[in-house]
């Protein structure tokens, strides 16, 4: 699961070595950064679910892993990413953050 949002991030890092490696992993992995504060507060769930979803819990990341969640979520990224080291790392970074929902899309 976790090697394939790294690896694009070590691939993109390859591309653009003026973005820092330690950018692209947390990019890579930011909507389930996200998710972590919000499914302690209760907005988002799992679910034990015995012999069916993954892991066998039915995970409810409404919020995180929904297209535009999973968009705006990117945009903030891009945004301040923009702000710090230019607009061509911003658009990177934003691009890696919302890799991750295409890639589980391909995966899940």
């Known amino acids: 699961m976790f090697a394939g949002h790294f690896g ?3 691939a993109v890092k390859a591309k653009e070595p003026q973005i820092p490696l330690w ?3 947390l990019s890579t992995q930011l909507l389930d950064v ?3 504060p919000l ?17 066998e819990q039915l995970i409810h990341a409404d919020y995180t ?3 535009v969640g999973a968009l705006l979520i ?3 990224a891009g945004f301040f990413t923009m702000r710090a080291w230019g607009k061509r ?3 990177i970074i934003a691009a890696v ?3 991750h929902w295409i890639l589980d899309l391909l995966v899940h």
Do not use: N, R
Request: aromatic fraction near 10%; avoid cysteine; hydrophobic fraction near 55%.
């Open 23 to 25: 950018t692209l992993m």
């Open 34 to 36: 996200v998710f972590v």
């Open 89 to 91: 790392s911003g658009l």
């Open 97 to 99: 953050v919302y890799s």
């Open 39 to 55: 499914f302690l507060t209760g907005v988002e769930t799992m679910d034990p679910v015995a012999g069916e979803g993954y892991g």
């Open 65 to 67: 892993h929904s297209l």
């Open 74 to 76: 990117a945009i903030v």
């Open 8 to 10: 694009l991030a070590a």
